[in-house]
């Protein structure tokens, strides 16, 4: 029987870096096919090929390495069962929502993983992470999601929530996808396979910035934001999209300058309503967005793509109030 094929693409981070024995310090590996050597027992049950798509820290991924991850998998799409990117856990959030309106009618699983440690640490969860990763890309599921330790999330509502081994990350307002334990439980809530036909769409918009709301938050502030004449605005506000009145002026500048915001909240599992208050649903008549409960994260990279999508305002509220990889409850 002919093992499964499963592509591994290679960005960086620390699972790609060693422990030099003699000095003490951590440096890059010499080879990505040096991986091949921590997992012997997967060259049985899978065939492997690395790609090699760029090799920076995590901190340093920028939207075009999640165009040219999209459009490598796309470009070998059909030659494989699945695929697995290997990527630091800094910004791996950010990165999996990207490649989840990048690719969409996924009918494969494409899995993030990393780590924290390096892989030859033999206190590390880099190796641990590379087997789960590969045995999920394996299974019946499709579409973007993220894996340490056994366990796998939806990639668009996964949260770095901590620098620990067994809980980096979490998705606060969905179960996991997977979990691995003496048998494989698989949630009734992901995406299976199933004949689709994939659309890659890779195109970000890197004028937008995030504002965080704070008490005391200055108008000159507010003002020296939009003197970087952004493309769009994400607002992280409070509870369901709540905003001080005295920025209501502010948000009618930014409205006349036909610049979209998108409205998010800070709390781990808030979800925005502009209809809830009768203050709030000014906001709808400006045109504002609301970016429901999606994670900062994940509106900011999708206000990102839906620029590089459509300027027209109606089509644009569309896009970012409408799950289209299922990044949000509608």
């Known amino acids: 029987m ?5 592509a591994l693409l290679y960005v960086g981070g620390s699972i790609g870096m060693q422990m030099n024995q003699k000095t003490g310090r951590i440096e890059p590996i010499e080879s990505l ?13 899978v065939a492997l090929r690395f790609f090699s798509v760029t090799n920076v820290g995590s901190s340093d991924i920028a939207p075009e390495h999640w165009t040219d991850v999209a459009k490598l998998i796309q ?14 856990t800094n910004t791996m959030s950010y990165t999996a929502a990207a490649l989840s309106f990048a690719l969409q009618g996924l009918s494969k699983p494409v899995v993030l993983t990393g780590a924290i440690l390096p892989i030859n640490d033999i206190a590390g969860d880099g190796r641990m992470n590379l087997i789960y990763a590969i045995r999920t890309a394996q299974l019946d599921i499709a579409e973007v999601c993220v894996v340490l330790g056994p366990q796998a999330f939806r990639g668009n509502r996964v949260k770095k929530v901590d620098q620990s081994l067994f809980r980096t990350f ?4 969905l179960p996991k996808l997977v979990l691995f334990n003496s048998t494989v439980t698989l949630s009734p809530l992901r995406m299976v396979r199933r004949k689709r036909t994939l659309s890659c769409k890779p195109g970000f918009d890197e004028n937008v910035v995030m504002v965080t709301l704070h008490p005391g938050i200055s108008n000159a502030y507010l003002d020296a934001v939009m003197q970087s004449k952004p493309h769009g605005i994400i607002l992280r506000t409070y509870g369901p999209g709540m905003i001080p009145e005295k920025l209501f002026p502010w948000i009618e500048k930014v409205a006349e300058q036909d610049i979209p915001v998108v409205i998010t909240s800070q709390a781990l599992r808030g979800h925005v309503d502009l209809q809830r208050y009768r203050k709030q649903m000014a906001f709808e008549q400006l045109g504002v967005i609301s970016g429901k409960n999606m994670t900062y994260e994940c509106a900011t990279v999708k206000l990102m793509w839906a620029l590089t999508q459509s300027r027209n305002p109606r089509r644009l509220r569309t896009l970012m109030e409408t799950s289209l990889a299922g990044e949000l409850d509608e």
């Open 2 to 6: 002919a093992r499964p094929k499963i």
């Open 170 to 173: 979490d998705t606060p307002t």
């Open 33 to 45: 096919t040096e991986i091949h050597r921590f997992l012997p027992e997967l060259q049985r049950e």
């Open 75 to 88: 470009e070998i799409y059909d030659e494989y069962e699945g695929f697995v990117v290997v990527h630091g």
